[in-house]
């Protein structure tokens, strides 16, 4: 590799390369395929000889992700896992079965592209020019990361969460076997539209054609929406509570009903009652990939179900006092939080640990949140869409809580904990999975660099 180009500095070590890889964030979020099409040209498309399972919807496509891979890793695969965002550190994006990407593989990759993007400029005369690929946002540059590495490592799979929305992701450069849309509720409204039925549209964009689409939407209005482009496409739907139920049993137990299959006793590794829901939809992947022709057996389908692990939703991370950590960022999500605080868990006092990212539906969240709390500290992680917590705190004044403001996430998620009881009460921190991955390090050493 020449790194003797103008302009450009090899990075010497993993922590340079992350410091150039979130300095892009000043690009912001920019929807659009020309920067990765292009990229990809220039690597002569590696992509298009991966066997890709690809996620999008509002919530739980990390998770339906999450046991798709631990399903087909079971079964003998090499499977590479791209979700977003991280909770300790960088290489949790982009992991080979189940192991996060080498810190020399980051530094290598990056400046690979980096040097590829020069070039890119010299042949097609747009260098200087601000919409040209200097100006790639973080994601499109993780997601060419990923790629590379995948296609560089000969994964039999690549399993891969979408950014946001679908159609004009990063990620859509992609064509699948299978793809799935989780669910569909207002999120990222400024980006993606400000109704569902804009927002579903955005969503539908990965449905290809002659592939498969497994969803979880139950809108009839939407349902019909992703009919219409799965017949124009060519794509066959499978959809949960038709094709594809589950009926819930004591002990935490389900019985799975599917589009060619049944299982019966089936148990999940993961707390909350909707995660059946995101193991339903990944055993339909499961099912469409045996259709044609890939091996996956029942043993592998009960052990990846069992023992998949995903941090940061409704983890509960620390008995005394207890601590739950829940990345809930939308009032959706949200939702399912509260449903689990109101029927899965008991405790005295409730301590609420939050912090919400600016471009999110503040107002819904708390309204349904907050109810809750006997005490609530408002937070603030490190990024820079965070919103203030000065501004939630205001938020809240008409519920009449104690709260208080403290701004660095650490120093409020010990706070709670030295105001909760040991036995009895129960800390839950949640808003957005940067502040859960902020207060994860309290409890995990983070990865040294």
């Not at 590379?148 to 994964?155: G, H, I, Q, T």
């Not at 995903?310 to 939308?330: F, S, T, Y």
């Amino acid at each position: 590799m020449d790194f003797s180009q103008p302009g450009f500095y090899p990075f010497q070590s993993y922590s340079e390369a992350v410091d150039f890889l979130f300095g892009l964030q000043r690009f912001g979020i920019k929807l659009g395929l020309k920067n990765m099409h292009r990229m990809l040209k220039a690597f002569g498309n590696p992509h298009r000889n991966l066997k890709v399972i690809h996620i999008t919807g509002s919530n739980g496509k990390g998770s339906v992700a999450a046991f798709v891979a631990k399903i087909l890793q079971k079964s003998g695969y090499r499977v590479g896992l791209y979700t977003s965002p991280h909770l300790l550190d960088f290489s949790e994006r982009i992991r080979i079965n189940g192991e996060p990407i080498p810190f020399s593989e980051v530094v290598n990759l990056t400046c690979l592209i980096r040097t590829t993007q020069f070039q890119v400029e010299e042949e097609d005369g747009t260098k200087g020019d601000p919409t040209s690929v200097t100006s790639m946002t973080f994601f499109e540059f993780t997601t060419l990361i990923a790629l590379l590495y995948f296609v560089k490592n000969k994964v039999d799979f690549a399993v891969v969460e979408v950014g946001m929305g679908g159609r004009l992701d990063a990620t859509n450069v992609l064509t699948p076997l299978v793809a799935v849309i989780t669910n569909v509720s207002k999120e990222h409204t400024q980006y993606l539209g400000k109704s569902l039925m804009e927002i579903a549209e955005e969503k539908a964009g990965i449905i290809k054609p002659n592939t498969f689409l497994i969803t979880g939407v139950t809108q009839p209005k939407i349902l019909a929406k992703f009919r219409s482009h799965c017949q124009k496409r060519r794509c066959i739907m499978y959809y949960f509570g038709k094709e594809i139920k589950i009926k819930t049993e004591d002990f935490g137990g389900f019985n799975y009903q599917g589009i060619f299959s049944s299982y019966t006793d089936l148990k999940i590794g993961v707390n909350g009652k909707y995660q059946v829901v995101n193991a339903a939809l990944a055993l339909g992947v499961t099912e469409v990939l045996r259709k044609q022709g890939f091996q996956i057996s029942e043993e592998a389908i009960r052990e990846g179900l069992r023992e998949m692990k995903w941090p940061g939703r409704l983890e509960l991370i620390c008995q005394k006092p207890r601590v739950l950590l829940d990345g809930a960022h939308n009032p959706a999500g949200i939702k399912r939080l509260v449903d689990e605080l109101k029927n899965g868990f008991t405790y005295k006092r409730l301590f609420l640990v939050i912090g919400i990212m600016q471009d999110k539906a503040i107002k819904s969240i708390l309204n349904q949140i907050i109810p809750l709390g006997d005490y609530v500290i408002f937070t603030q992680p490190k990024i820079d869409r965070a919103a203030s917590p000065f501004l939630l705190f205001k938020a809240i004044e008409h519920f009449n809580k104690k709260a208080e403001v403290i701004t660095e996430v650490s120093a409020a998620v010990k706070k709670a904990m030295s105001l909760a009881d040991k036995e009895g009460d129960l800390v839950c921190v949640t808003g957005s999975l940067f502040v859960v991955g902020e207060a994860r390090k309290i409890f995990y050493s983070q990865v040294e660099v």
